[in-house]
């Protein structure tokens, strides 16, 4: 007999692989419309290139790989992972950019490592890391203005001109995300002289303060239908403002928590990249780590780091760290005395 | 006691113990100026050198040098080797080898190098050892221009470019313009892009053997049309 070599947790449950990830892609309905309303149609043409380039490259892929094609596309793993890269793209970024990440998430971050369950690295944001690596200037400069501050709003065929063809005029739409604009400012001037540019509105960041919580109530959902626990979300966001409190208490010196907690993409990370049961952590407590670890990430390199925004590079991180974090954390087995930890000592 | 033929030597050299793709040897240097196609044939070159050279010496010394102090002598040799390919290039290829900079001192720690003198011209008479650093060397370097190629074409989208730093003035023209207006994929000219193009290149080595393997194991196993069968124990597939 062959021993099953899977990771815990071993429990299965009624319900398909497919039908989280339909939920899954439910829940960031919310996220997108929040994400459209503000900036335009650019996210929805990117959902749509990068959903049409993973579903071929996965079909491809299983193809040649001898797989059942059918079977695997039905999970809709592919398309979530297209839908989470495609909103973590700036929504105006070139389409060749977008192809050459999902090509890259699905191909080698996904299928190399042996398809689903077996990748170590969450495919969609190698897909982002890659292209951010590469491509810095197109994917720095490609954020839409909100929408109430633009003259004409960004409309279906402005967006598909703009994504595929030229963009000599993209300057008209495009602007520095609020995360970025602060964090750069900050050092010629205090917070309430950078919070009168208009991109912060009246409230905290015009636009991204309703995305994040579009995406914190697609999140809330999730948990509410027992997709995934509290402890990685919970702890993600209390390490992240923590740290934001330590460090950034003064907002004339440093980004105040409420645009950390409510500006660029803190809250699809915390219930959507953060959560992807393949490449997190398991384990109860290894969950709390895991998710503190990327939210104190997130802190390190939004603050000293030159990127405009930090969830990929946090999240990977911790992918990195999590087969460790899994094997120090394993609960008490019931009825089992508590495992003996450090060094076996002299009785 | 050489027991290879020739023949065997070379094979081995560049392709069954490939220093680059099976041993995985001085991957420092493989995977840090292998950007281009001409720093990747610069360093290849200065590497064949060094190692032919420094097999020939070691062969010849062979019998003298006491087995418990063999490897500070070869490594002395090897850096003699290495000093004069250094000043060979700061005189004829200047540009090259200041853009190929701390690699080529380097080179004396490739462990590839001191690999072959202690596994191989240790052991071996003058001529196979010479032959054996020649393929080491050439199997090496075609890694390198492999790799230098994948890289430059991936990440700047030219092949060829700024062959004059080795060839001078008439290679100016040599670079070919593969793709017109490419923005530059600096994913594959930084490091992780030399990671992930090296473990391509032993994937396909490796899938190759194994095609190989298949083709000579069908052959041998192949059942003869007309051939009785037979019961046999030991053996089931």
Known sequence: MKLLNISS?????????GGVMQQVLLAMLPGIAALTYFFGMGHIIQIALAVIVAVG?????????????????????????AVLLALALPPLTPWWITIVATLFAIVVAKHLYGGLGQNPFNPAMIGFALVLISFPVPMTTSWTAPTPILENAIGFSDAVTLIFSQRETIDAYTMATPLDLYKHKVAVATADEITLDPIFGSGIALGWEWVNIAFLIGGLYLLWR?????????????ALTACSILFGWDSDRFVPTSLHILAGATMLGAF????????????????????????LFIYVIRAWGT????????????????????????????????????LPGKE | MSTKSLQQISKDGLWTNNPALVQLLGLCPLLAVTGTVVNALGLGLATMLVLIGSNIA????????????RLPAFVMIIASYVTCTELLMQAYTY??????????????????????ADAFAAKNPLLPSAIDGFMMGLGFTIVLLLLGAMRELIGQGTLFSNMDLLFGETAKDWQLDIFVNYPDFLFAILPPGAFVGMGLLIAIKNSIDSK???IEDGKKDGIVAGSKRVRVTGKIT
């Open chain 1, 226 to 238: 027992k997709i995934f626990t509290w402890h990685i979300p919970v702890s993600y966001l209390a």
């Open chain 2, 58 to 69: 070691v062969s010849i010394v062979r019998n003298v040098v006491p087995p418990a102090v």
């Open chain 1, 57 to 81: 490259a996965e079909a491809a892929v299983l193809y040649i790989r001898k797989k059942p094609i059918g079977f695997f596309l039905k999970d809709y793993s592919a398309v979530v992972t």
């Open chain 1, 272 to 295: 959507f990249i953060a959560t992807d049961p393949v490449t997190a952590s398991t384990t109860p407590l290894g969950k709390l780590i895991y998710g503190a670890g990327i939210g």
């Open chain 2, 212 to 214: 190989i393997k298949e």
């Open chain 1, 9 to 17: 947790p071993h429990a299965t449950r009624p319900g398909t692989t």
């Open chain 2, 95 to 116: 540009e090259l080898y200041t853009v190929l900079g701390i690699f080529i001192p380097l080179i004396v720690t490739n462990c590839a190098i001191l690999g072959r």
């Open chain 1, 307 to 342: 990127y405009p925004d930090a969830i990929a590079f946090a999240v990977l991180l911790m992918n990195f760290a999590a087969p460790f974090i899994d094997q120090y954390t394993q609960p008490r087995t019931y009825g089992h005395a508590k495992a003996k930890r450090g």
